[in-house]
Every structure is written in C-alpha cells, then in structure tokens.
C-alpha cells in the first residue's frame, strides 16, 4: 500500500485551520484506501509454496502450461487445473485456495501429502489420472466437504483415513483397485449426502454401518465383489433420492420396503439375487423416475 501525501499550509483562523486538517485527512484516506482495494488481491505466499511442492511431486514444476507466475485465482486462461479461492482474508487483500480440480493429466504418483497445508481447501478433485497407493493419513486433519478420486489406480483396503474426514459430503472413489471389507465406522460420516464406491474389488456383506449415514441422497455399489443380502437398513435412510446397488454374490436378498424413501428417483438393484415378490409401495413413490 502508498499514499499521496497532501502539503498542509497555514491559516491563522483556528477553526479554519481544524477544518482543513479535517478535510486533508479525509482526502488522505480517501487515496489510501483507493490504492489499497485497487490491487487485485493475491494468493498467500504460504500456499503459493505449498503449490510448488505439490507440482514438483507431480513432475511437473518445469512445464510452462503450469507456471505459478500466473495469478491462479484470478486467471481465466489455465485449461490444466481449475482453482477457486477465497480473497476476503486480510481486508480483501489475501486469496485462500478453496477448491482445486485436475482431471485427465495422466499422473502416475502417490497423492502429495501437501494438500493438507491448503487450509482453506473444501473440494478436490483429481479424477481420471493415474494416481497409485493410497489416501494418506495425513489428509485426516483436512476439512473437505468434496473429496473425488475416480479413475485412477489407488488400492488398498477401504482407507480408513475417510472415516476420520467426517466433514466430507461428497465421497467418490469409483474405478479404483480398493478392496476387502467396508469397515463398520464408515458411520462416523454422518455428513455425507454422496457416496459412490463402485467398480472395486470390495468383498464381505455391505456394512450395517451405512445405516447411520442418515444425510445421504445418492448411494452407489456397483460392479464390485460385494455379498448380499442388500441390508434392510436402507429402509431408513429417508432422504434418499438415488439408489444404485448391483452384482452382489452368494447370499439372497428380500427388496427392502421403500414405503419411506418417498424421494427417490432412481432405484438401481441390479443382479442382487434378488427372491420374492415387489413391495406394492414400488408403486407409491412420487418422484420415481428409473426403476
């Protein structure tokens, strides 16, 4: 920040003379403030590093198509990652990094770690690359509401690092190499509105656990390696509006009753071993769209 400085002359009529002081200092605050909130507000030099060190783990620091020179909150030029930030921080003069989405560069690492020093950060988005191994457990202490991570080649058993990030509301990991059981404290997420898990190589029945996810609005369990039967607790899940259960082996299932789940619009349970006769309050469902 700089400010014109105005001369100040002297008068010999005091009240003139508080007058003009007066007038100079609002004239003085009126250029400061100009020239303050005129600067476009910039990232904060902290994440600016922090970017850096995730480029470099990305291989990709070199390439000018990523260069941090460019203002990435402001930038309406960069085809390779999509940011938004929050500029409100420190009188409008500081930009936070609230959401990051790169889809599609073919990366071949392990996730960077550093996400976790974007303390601002509440979606991320690093679908369809190539990313190996597994969620980091230092990405237990972020606070995201959206976490994506379909399409790449992470495995591993069900991260139990998700189910300390219980402020998630949006969790996708389909097209991925996870596998085994789904671990019954999935229920601690209790914020989550969305989640999708298909396409894995999960095993075992489908954990009692999503009972407790009384916020969710879409489940998806798709083309894995789950065991029936599709558990009656879904009954109770009320606010769901998308249901997509599928290829479940060995054990039979009942259709669960759907007399509650009067906002569905999807109801997906495809080679579930499904026995028995349809409930008729199939029937009832106002918004039912696919079935």
Known sequence: MWCITLPVFSVTNPTTNNMKKLL???VVWILCSY???????????QEVEVLKKIWEKLGVLEKKEWSLNKDLCNSTELEWVFVRCNCSFESNTTCRITKIQINSKNFSTALPVEFTKLLKLKYLDLSYNNFTGTIPSEWATMQLTDLLLRGNRLSGPFPTTLTSMT??????IHGNGFSGHIPEH?????????????????????????????????????????????????SILTHLKDLKISDLKTHTSTLPSVEKLIKLRTLVLRNCLIQGSIPNDIGNLPDLEVL
Do not use: W
């Open 24 to 26: 100079f200092s609002g």
């Open 35 to 45: 020239f303050t909130f005129s600067q476009p507000p910039k990232l904060h030099k």
């Open 167 to 172: 402020s998630l509301t949006y969790l996708n």
């Open 186 to 234: 999935i229920a601690n997420m209790k914020n989550l509105e969305t989640l999708v898990l298909s396409s894995n190589y999960f095993s075992g029945e489908l954990s009692d656990g999503f009972a407790n996810l009384t916020n969710l609005k879409e489940l998806e369990v798709q083309g894995s390696s789950f065991e029936g039967p599709i558990p009656s607790s879904i």
